[in-house]
């Protein structure tokens, strides 16, 4: 299998193929000062790892985090949430799904993936 592209006004999204199956991972390359949108995944909990740059967090009912390069958060499963970008450069965060067929809910009218 090969990584699969997908690319949104926010920025791109770069599916990579696993094995064994029973995860599913992505690069998250988000532009400067953009937002991918609030939404949940109501079958996966999602490891979220930035790998460069800085992002926050945006949380349903709590505090946004600040999240550099190295950090880690875990977003369980049906949790609302939102990436957003920094304005001063772009940002790659690294997904892990522990379902390979994780859904994506839409929680407002913003770009998904």
Same mark, same amino acid.
């Given at each position: 299998?090969?990584?699969? &592209?997908?690319? /949104?006004?926010?920025?791109?999204?770069?599916?990579?193929?696993?094995?064994?199956?029973?995860?599913?991972?992505?690069?998250?390359?988000?532009?400067?000062?953009?937002?991918?949108?609030?939404?949940?995944?109501?079958?996966?909990?999602?490891?979220?790892?930035?790998?460069?740059?800085?992002?926050?967090?945006?949380?349903?009912?709590?505090?946004?985090?600040?999240?550099?390069?190295?950090?880690?958060?875990?977003?369980?499963?049906?949790?609302?949430?939102?990436?957003?970008?920094? @304005?001063?450069?772009?940002?790659?965060?690294?997904?892990?799904?522990?379902?390979?067929?994780? &859904? /994506?809910?839409?929680?407002?009218? &913003? @770009?998904?993936?």
């Amino acid at each position: 299998m090969t990584d699969v &592209t997908e690319t /949104y006004p926010w920025g791109d999204l770069v599916w990579h193929s696993a094995n064994p199956s029973n995860f599913k991972a992505a690069s998250m390359f988000i532009h400067s000062g953009a937002r991918c949108g609030k939404h949940c995944h109501d079958n996966a909990n999602e490891m979220l790892i930035v790998s460069a740059g800085s992002v926050t967090l945006e949380i349903e009912d709590q505090d946004p985090v600040e999240l550099q390069s190295g950090d880690s958060r875990l977003i369980p499963t049906g949790t609302p949430h939102e990436i957003v970008n920094h @304005p001063n450069a772009p940002a790659r965060v690294t997904l892990i799904f522990d379902d390979p067929n994780r &859904t /994506y809910i839409p929680l407002e009218d &913003t @770009p998904a993936h």
